[in-house]
């Protein structure tokens, strides 16, 4: 309910004092802020918005469905909501009465209503049901072209009367339904009102057919050039996307090609038989112009001939003769007019007949014993139009009727409600309508009496002789009067009008048109005619045409009495069900989302009844409700009621709470619920209740959070362990997967090499390389068994020079055992004692702390001076020093390059001694091994050089170092870029260096050139 969030009370039962100034107050409130919606008890007061509102949507079907009416906002929703959940639970018949003047929105509100039926059903999705759901919906858009028109106050005023039963199966869904239609306006079809138009059908056909279709048609696009058409409004709406849907409508109803064939080309013989036109020649009545009549019979699939004997004159039968009288041009005329509205009418029946087909429930009679259904009657509002005739009188005394119902059931369901609940009743004061509709339905003195025995009359009675002889039988009738009775009375006009005080109010009548309205002559030549169609579907609608010409036949009921008949059976059906309520009101006549026209409501508000309404709801309690709903909902607004109630039944625990709250004396216990008397104290208990929610809230978000929390965290440690197991899992099939393809590893010559490892799963991904590097390390180990450890080092040195040459030098001294550290080898180095010495003080004296020598040698180096020299060098675990030769004792030269800085190593592919290290100092140190007496090494050092180099950058720095292999060498000398160029000369014993034109020659011995 949350009164205090919305503009107004949402319950004019609520009102504080009954007035029409109290109840038009709380109306225009609520619509300025956009609440559309609002209840008289279970009867939902609907204004017109004139705008789209986004509460129509799948999150506003969730928040009503299966709620009570005061749980949430008013809404059209809830009374759906109501009625379907009476059926669903108690398997009782309901309708839902929707009720307003035009334009008002009782069509919009009786589609929101099927809307949300079908959204609340067929939860197990069952095609069967689907299908009735679709055809329920799909067949507004069909009724719509063909019973709504334009008029002066709605763009799409419904024009007949409507009542859907939907039918439902034991479990609440949906099975089937079938359509009803009351008194549509077919004089419309001839004739319309300035600034109305004919119905939508029309237009949908001639704006919406392609240009094939039309000429099919023999129409043309141009409204104006019909005569049922351009009387009225020649105003362009959405007819061409209408006219899809209704062709998409009538595939989904399942209609055949043939059967919309027919339709279209009914509609388009009307509209030629507008244009057909009557001329005397020589006291003859002849046709002149014969295209739209040749056009009429083609689309009737009738001749020529036959249709202009049928338009121009009439078969008598009398005493076995038959005899052709000629018609004059009045006749003539009246005919083709009776003509077109008869086709239209049939044309609408026969459709409705077939969507009945359509959605007829097609289970056994057996099943159908089980079955419910919601009625939703779809019916004109009561008009006051400036001029009223027939059709006005029908609807109005529609209208007498149904509020006539209304108050009886209205006041029969207060009564048991309070004998069930053991409440005295109180007499109500009500207006009782009964003497309004007896003054139209009476036997034998009541207008529509009075309107039979004239038309039965023989002679020439006319509507002023009907209207003389209502005056004499209906002169002391409180609600009727004429001119002729009331003499001093100018607003009515003399031997014309005639005034009705209905209960919403006094309504003027035209006299003019009653009789023929109510005769609602077709001449038999016409049915006949139509009858033997060639078209089946069209012949279907006349059975009567086949009926002998000589037989004679009973006269025809009256439209006033058949009208009068169907309105019994509908109210015999209506009073079979628990009903519910919408009245509709339209908020101006302009259309606008703004306006509140006050005059304008307050006389919608008088004649739908709202103000009887609410006294008749409120004479005793304004509020009653379940005892269990109650408690629940105001518990917390008592310590002895919250959390909950153990001290007796939820009757009990009302009364507890009730007392505490000092509201005893305004309250009445039923059995079942408990009534509130005036809206004070509801108003009371909702305030403490909205004061106490927010604390409620924060309680309920805490517990709710904690639990949730809680949850969320039960379901993560769930998770980690089936994601571990899950993971445990995979890895232990992918290692088995691995044991079963390297089993035989071992004895294979490449140790497993060859073998194709399986896709890791992604929980092994970090495991396959560990498993790799395992792998890696057993057949390295399978492969170095087989040497002693002591050569391991050498080994692993190889390895990595091997790798870094990349095949790319075929001689690199692989095939001999490596020393690295050559000068401290008395062989190799006779001065090896000085040597030992010198690099001790190197050690010693704490410079670049080293602590080995990795590799020595003697070396020819050539500079930035262009000038070479013999050196040695040594290469220790940071550094590589350059030293003095054996002449000097090996002096420290003091100029080293940090192996971490080096960015590359270049190389000769040939048995040459040369080697570069490159600086970026961009000074390199450009060497050629050789031995202590400057001559050519017997054994290829460079290799193992590179090997030890390149394994001490990679510890320090964890990255592979370059090494370059090429004939020619790039290099930086004194920060000059120079090629050193590798020539092989035959007269050439030992290398050596020189500078030729900006390049370094390199000349070897011919024997070392690859």
């Not at 106050?153 to 479990?171: A, L, T, V, W």
Request: with cysteine.
């Amino acid at each position: 309910m949350a009164m205090q969030r919305e503009a107004g009370v949402q319950d004019f039962v609520l009102l504080d004092q009954v007035t029409m100034e109290k109840f038009m107050d709380n109306l225009h409130k609520r619509y300025q802020v956009g609440s559309i919606y609002t209840y008289i008890g279970e009867v939902c007061v609907s204004m017109n918005p004139y705008k789209q509102m986004n509460i129509y949507g799948p999150e506003t079907i969730r928040k009503y469905k299966g709620r009570e009416l005061f749980e949430n906002a008013p809404h059209v929703f809830a009374i759906a909501d109501a009625a379907y959940r009476v059926l669903k639970q108690r398997h009782q018949d309901t309708c839902i009465l929707i009720s307003g003047e035009s334009g008002a929105g009782k069509t919009e509100a009786s589609k929101i209503i099927m809307k949300y039926i079908a959204a609340v059903t067929n939860a197990q999705g069952q095609n069967e049901i689907e299908r009735v759901k679709n055809v329920l919906i799909q067949s507004n858009a069909i009724l719509e072209t063909f019973g709504n028109a334009k008029t002066n106050r709605n763009d799409n005023s419904s024009r007949f009367g409507k009542y859907m039963d939907i039918e439902f199966d034991y479990k609440a869904d949906p099975v089937g339904g079938i359509i009803t239609n009351y008194l549509l306006e077919k004089s419309r079809v001839v004739q319309q009102q300035p600034g109305e138009r004919n119905f939508h059908s029309f237009y949908q056909l001639l704006r919406g057919a392609n240009d094939h279709e039309l000429r099919q048609y023999d129409l043309l696009k141009e409204t104006s050039k019909y005569h049922y058409l351009n009387q009225g409004s020649m105003d362009i709406l959405t007819e061409k996307s209408d006219y899809k849907g209704t062709c998409n409508a009538f595939k989904t109803l399942g209609f055949q090609a043939d059967e919309v064939q027919t339709i279209w080309r009914t509609i388009a013989s009307v509209l030629h038989l507008g244009n057909v036109e009557f001329q005397t020649i020589e006291d003859e009545l002849v046709i002149s112009n014969k295209a739209h009549l040749q056009s009429a019979a083609k689309m009737l699939q009738v001749t020529e001939a036959e249709l202009s004997t049928a338009l121009t004159k009439r078969t008598i039968a009398a005493g076995g003769n038959v005899m052709k009288k000629d018609h004059d041009a009045t006749q003539a005329e009246y005919g083709k007019d009776a003509l077109a509205k008869a086709i239209y009418d049939r044309l609408f029946t026969w459709i409705i007949s077939r969507i009945n087909r359509a959605i007829l429930f097609r289970g056994s009679k057996t099943q159908a014993r089980f079955n419910s259904v919601i009625g939703v009657l779809d019916i004109y509002g009561f008009e006051i139009f400036d001029s009223n005739s027939f059709e006005q009188f029908c609807i109005n005394y529609c209208n007498e009727k149904l509020q006539q119902l209304f108050i009886e059931l209205v006041l029969k369901q207060e009564q048991e409600e309070y004998q069930r609940e053991g409440i005295e009743w109180t007499n109500i004061e009500y207006f009782n309508n009964k003497i309004i509709c007896d003054l139209v339905e009476q036997p034998h003195k009541g207008i529509i009496a009075i309107m039979d025995e004239a038309c039965l009359s023989v002679g020439n009675v006319t509507d002023d002789t009907l209207l003389g002889a209502m005056d004499k039988n209906l002169s002391k009738h409180p609600h009727y009067t004429s001119r002729q009775l009331k003499p001093m009375d100018k607003e009515l006009k003399h031997r014309e009008d005639f005034r009705i005080t209905h209960y919403a109010g006094d309504v003027i009548y035209n006299i003019i048109g009653f009789i023929e309205k109510n005769k609602d002559t077709l001449y038999q030549d016409f049915k006949r005619l139509l009858h033997n169609s060639k078209d089946a579907n069209l012949s279907e609608m006349w059975p009567e045409g086949a009926q002998d010409i000589k037989k004679t036949t009973k006269r025809p009921l009256t439209a006033g009495t058949l009208f009068q008949r169907s309105m019994a059976d509908l109210v015999a059906t209506l009073l079979k069900k628990e009903p519910f309520y919408v009245r509709c009101i339209k908020p101006n006549d302009i259309k606008s989302s703004t306006l509140f026209d006050e005059e304008r409501v307050q006389h919608q508000v008088r004649y739908l009844g709202l103000l009887e309404n609410v006294r008749v709801r409120r004479a005793g309690f304004v509020h009653r409700q379940r005892y269990d709903k109650f408690l629940l909902r105001y518990k917390m607004i008592s310590q002895y009621t919250w959390p909950n109630f153990h001290a007796g039944s939820e009757r009990d625990g009302v009364r507890v709470l009730i007392e505490e709250k000092g509201f005893a004396q305004d309250v009445k216990y039923g059995h079942t619920k408990i009534f509130i008397r005036s809206p004070r104290t509801l108003f009371a208990l909702e305030q403490q209740r909205n004061e106490m929610i927010p604390h409620i809230v924060t309680l309920l978000q805490k517990q709710v959070r904690g639990w949730i929390a809680r949850k969320n965290y039960k379901k993560m440690k769930a998770a980690r362990t089936i994601m571990h197991a899950y993971k445990t899992y995979k890895l232990r099939s992918y290692v088995q997967e691995l044991a079963n393809r390297f089993r035989n590893a071992k004895h294979q010559r490449d140790y497993g090499r060859s073998i194709q490892w399986p896709q890791p799963p992604l929980a092994g991904r970090k495991a396959e390389a560990k498993l790799r590097r395992m792998f890696d390390q057993w057949r390295a180990y399978m492969i170095l068994r087989r040497y002693p450890r002591s050569e391991w080092p050498q080994l692993r040195l190889q390895i990595i020079a091997a790798t870094a040459i990349a095949g790319r030098r075929p001689y690199w001294g692989q095939q001999r055992k490596w020393l690295g550290d050559y000068l401290a080898n008395s062989q190799d180095n006779s001065g090896y004692d000085a040597y030992t010495a010198n690099v001790r003080n190197m050690k010693n004296s704490g410079g670049d702390n080293f602590r080995q020598v990795l590799f020595s040698s003697f070396a020819k180096k050539f500079n930035r001076r262009n000038k070479q020299a013999d050196r040695a060098f040594i290469v220790t675990d940071t550094n590589i020093y350059k030293l003095d030769g054996i002449k000097k004792k090996f002096r420290d030269m003091q100029r080293s390059m940090a192996i971490r800085e080096l960015t590359s190593i270049s190389i000769t592919p040939g048995r040459d001694q040369l080697i570069v290290f490159h600086s970026p100092k961009n000074n390199d140190l450009v060497f050629a091994l050789q031995s202590e007496m400057c001559t050519p090494l017997k054994e290829d050092r460079v290799g193992e050089l590179v090997g030890v180099v390149c394994k001490k950058y990679h510890d320090i720095t964890g990255t592979e170092l370059r090494v370059n292999v090429g004939s020619n060498i790039a290099c930086r000398l004194g920060e000059k870029a120079r090629t050193i160029v590798v020539e092989a000369a035959s007269n050439v014993e030992v290398p050596s260096f020189r500078h030729s034109a900006g390049n370094i020659i390199f000349e070897v011995p011919a024997t070392y050139c690859y």
